[in-house]
């Protein structure tokens, strides 16, 4: 498994930004596709963002496409989501997932699966 601490979240008015990071301390985190998920008070975890290894390709869920952009920092080994423009329904808790094999390409599925290794946890909360 790959060790991953989040860091990022809180509250936020409408409108508003916040930043989420995933750092990994013991493997190279681009060397896999990173997915970040979300789940509400009382439902299950949504897929909203993956990145692929090699930060070649970066999938969205219609959710959140155009408003958060998942990027690498590699220097820090850390997956970063910016969340623009924040909505009431974007509050839950963000995970950062690291994908079961090293080397892989994002796709559709990447959004359903459940893997191995989470962060801990962000609190994002979206209110006036």
């Known amino acids: 498994q790959v060790q991953l601490v989040q860091s990022g979240g809180g509250l936020v008015q409408p409108g508003g930004s916040l930043r989420l990071s995933c750092a990994a301390s013991?493997?190279?985190?681009?060397?896999?596709?990173v997915i970040w998920k979300r789940q509400a008070p009382g439902q299950g975890r949504e897929g909203i963002s993956c990145?692929?290894?090699?930060?070649?390709?970066?999938l969205y869920s219609n959710s959140v496409k155009g408003r958060f952009t998942v990027s690498r920092d590699n220097a820090k080994n850390t997956v970063h989501l910016q969340m623009n423009d924040l909505k009431p329904e974007d509050t839950g808790v963000y995970y950062c997932?690291?994908?079961?094999?090293?080397?892989?390409?994002?796709?559709?599925?990447?959004?359903?699966?459940?893997?191995?290794?989470w962060g801990q946890g962000a609190q994002v909360t979206v209110s006036s």
């Open positions: 997932a690291a994908d079961v094999k090293p080397g892989r390409t994002c796709d559709s599925d990447h959004f359903t699966r459940w893997y191995d290794s």
């Open positions: 013991d493997v190279t985190l681009d060397s896999y596709a």
């Open positions: 990145v692929s290894a090699r930060d070649t390709t970066a």
